[in-house]
């Protein structure tokens, strides 16, 4: 299986960067490739449940200590969300796609001003309580064919995956839980970072004897998986 998906992100990252350097750069494309390529990333870096708005908002993340506040039951209650500290290769590429979507919107502030909008939407943080704008800012969506915004979800992703990279959905939680557990990372922290806590006893909760650190160690483990993977920190526009 590491070898499959060694190969899978080889052809990939070099995909995505043809796209880049075409002369007539079909920028539909090189958006929708890129933000497969961000979802598979973050989904395997994070255990991010396959949810519609997959990867949430930007003010999810806290890019300085890199701590990622995760809500991905269905319920979206603030009571099974969880707390996870991303690794280095995951923010630095988070911060890439900040660039590539300011790129976007100045080439298409003109003639799709929905995308410029929803762009907005993303990287201006909506004000407290504005619940309407929730969906609006989920930093990772597709363009349409028409040039509308699909929200990134199972029924929009699982094309990508198909065609790609045929696997189940939920396929990243299976691969990481068994990795950690096979470098024996202790199972509380794996329970915490896949979101199977017991209610009340959240990772970094008042009763957990868990902290920053544990999921710090735990980013820098799943930081050299991903290196083991041949995922790299990939350009945008």
Known sequence: KNDEIIKVNHQ???????????????????HNELVFYIYKMLTLASGYRAVSGTGGKFSDINFI??????SDKENRDRESARIIVLPDMVIKQLEEYQKHL?????KVKYSAINIAKKIDAVLDEPKPGDVESDEKSHFLFFISSDDEIEEVSPKTIKP???????VQLNWNRHYIRSKLMALNISPPVIYHFMGHDDIGSE??????????YDFKA?????NRILEGLSFEVVKGL
Do not use: C, T
């Open 12 to 30: 990939h990252i070099h995909h995505i960067s043809e796209l880049n350097s075409s002369n007539y750069k079909n920028i539909r494309n090189l």
């Open 160 to 166: 990508y995956m198909d065609k790609q990279f045929p």
């Open 218 to 222: 735990l980013s820098v483990v799943i």
């Open 65 to 70: 200590s890199k701590e990622y506040w995760i």
């Open 203 to 212: 990772g970094m909760g008042r009763y957990s004897g868990l902290s920053y």
């Open 102 to 106: 300011a790129h976007l919107k100045f």
